[in-house]
């Protein structure tokens, strides 16, 4: 039986898709074998990876003038690969500190460059989005760095960073695809695909053409990202599996209606549970209303010592994988764009009851 997966990552997928994965397993489109089992290099893969391309670039409006990478390595490589491939001759990037996931970001970036945090959220606790008029970027970064969406915080922009000529670099992991932005207000976008856009292993990068010359000469060439973009993502073996599952994901997106269809599912998931919580002081939120995250949920127990009881009763009911973070404890549900509309009900009516016999 499956459950309701309210994991932060890897996470819950579609099951159209993965229903057919399992249908196409041993044989895909005739071809006698699994797409696991294809070379990188054969038509039916590069059929695969284009249409996997083709479909992001239309869920996401991306123009031609920006690339599409399918890498491996995760954000948490991406945290190198950022500086390494956009320092050029800068000495200083910029960075926004809103919670966990730019922290390790700030720290990482620290052996390739000198990091000048803008703006930060942890005189609160990370519990807020600095608001741009409160930046202060230094006189000539190489990027501003932020992380839109800080899924162990749950916290997350609801607006978009206007840097002018200072290229603007998003770590989007945890809400890609699940909200309509504009692509061209960003110089970078990048992102693991284990929340909203398939199985972990895959990377996206969404870089624009003119910042492809800056890399530093000690860049590796499978996460150089203009030789990348030169060898279609194909300088090494890339995860194929991945980005066919991940392409699956796309499709199953675009029959939804797209990015701005998803996105109304979303925000309608994200008040039902909010909303409700917002009428107990058994269960209490973190987050700042206006900044609260639509994809990671974060809330706690007025009595730390119900957690146990809580999840334990949770997962006896169908209801998976509600731990918060181990760096800030209490629960969070994570409602990825795969989490249907029933899945929050069932949490919701579970929260109820849970109160009522221990309130
Ligand atoms: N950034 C964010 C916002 C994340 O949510 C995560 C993973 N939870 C990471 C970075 C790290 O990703 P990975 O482990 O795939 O490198």
């Keep these: 039986?499956?459950?309701?997966?309210?994991?932060?990552?890897?996470?819950?997928?579609?099951?159209?898709?993965?229903?057919?994965?399992?249908?196409?397993?041993l044989d895909w489109h005739g071809t006698g074998m699994s797409v696991m089992e294809m070379s990188h290099r054969g038509k039916e893969f590069i059929s695969i990876a284009d249409k996997a391309e083709a479909d992001l670039r239309t869920l996401l409006a991306i123009p031609a003038d920006y690339e599409v990478l399918f890498l491996q390595g995760g954000a948490i490589a991406e945290n190198a690969i950022v500086?390494?491939?956009?320092?050029?001759?800068?000495?200083?990037?910029?960075?926004?500190?809103?919670?966990?996931?730019?922290?390790?970001s700030i720290k990482e970036a620290k052996k390739y460059c000198s990091v000048h945090v803008a703006a930060s959220s942890e005189d609160e606790n990370f519990t807020y989005v600095p608001p741009q008029s409160s930046w202060k970027l230094s006189a000539d970064p190489a990027?501003?760095?932020?992380?839109?969406?800080?899924?162990?915080?749950?916290?997350?922009?609801?607006?978009?960073?206007?840097?002018?000529?200072i290229p603007l670099v998003?770590?989007?992991?945890?809400?890609?695809?699940?909200?309509?932005?504009?692509?061209?207000?960003?110089?970078?976008?990048?992102?693991?695909?284990?929340?909203?856009?398939?199985?972990?292993?895959?990377?996206?990068?969404?870089?624009?053409?003119?910042?492809?010359?800056?890399a530093l000469p000690i860049t590796p060439s499978a996460f150089h990202w203009k030789e990348q973009a030169a060898a279609d993502s194909m300088v090494n073996t890339?995860?194929?599996?991945?980005?066919?599952?991940?392409?699956?994901?796309?499709?199953?997106?675009?029959?939804?209606?797209?990015?701005?269809?998803?996105?109304?599912?979303?925000?309608?998931?994200?008040?039902?549970?909010?909303?409700?919580?917002?009428?107990?002081?058994?269960?209490?939120?973190?987050?700042?209303?206006?900044?609260?995250?639509?994809?990671?949920?974060?809330?706690?127990?007025?009595?730390?010592?119900?957690?146990?009881?809580?999840?334990?009763?949770?997962?006896?009911?169908?209801?998976?994988?509600?731990?918060?973070?181990?760096?800030v404890g209490g629960?969070?549900?994570?409602?990825?764009n795969a989490m249907p509309i029933e899945g929050v009900r069932a949490l919701i009516d579970y929260m109820k009851a849970f109160e009522q016999s221990h309130g």
Excluded at 189 to 207: D, E, F, M, R, S
Excluded at 294 to 319: I, P, Q, T, W, Y
């Design 1 to 25: 039986m499956r459950v309701f997966n309210f994991s932060a990552g890897p996470a819950v997928l579609p099951e159209p898709v993965l229903e057919r994965a399992a249908a196409e397993m």
């Design 83 to 104: 500086p390494m491939n956009l320092l050029g001759a800068k000495k200083i990037a910029d960075y926004v500190n809103t919670g966990e996931w730019s922290k390790k």
């Design 143 to 165: 990027y501003v760095h932020v992380c839109t969406n800080e899924t162990i915080g749950g916290v997350e922009y609801q607006w978009t960073p206007e840097t002018g000529a």
């Design 170 to 214: 998003a770590d989007m992991s945890s809400h890609i695809l699940s909200r309509v932005f504009d692509v061209t207000k960003y110089g970078v976008v990048y992102g693991g695909a284990q929340k909203n856009a398939g199985p972990a292993g895959l990377t996206l990068v969404i870089v624009r053409s003119d910042l492809l010359d800056r």
């Design 238 to 327: 890339p995860p194929t599996y991945a980005i066919y599952i991940a392409g699956l994901v796309f499709d199953w997106l675009l029959a939804q209606g797209g990015i701005a269809a998803i996105e109304r599912k979303n925000i309608a998931k994200a008040s039902l549970l909010y909303d409700y919580l917002d009428t107990t002081r058994f269960y209490t939120t973190t987050a700042r209303k206006a900044d609260r995250s639509r994809m990671n949920v974060c809330f706690r127990l007025h009595d730390e010592s119900l957690d146990e009881g809580f999840l334990k009763g949770a997962k006896a009911a169908g209801m998976d994988q509600l731990k918060g973070h181990r760096a």
């Design 331 to 336: 629960m969070r549900a994570s409602i990825y």
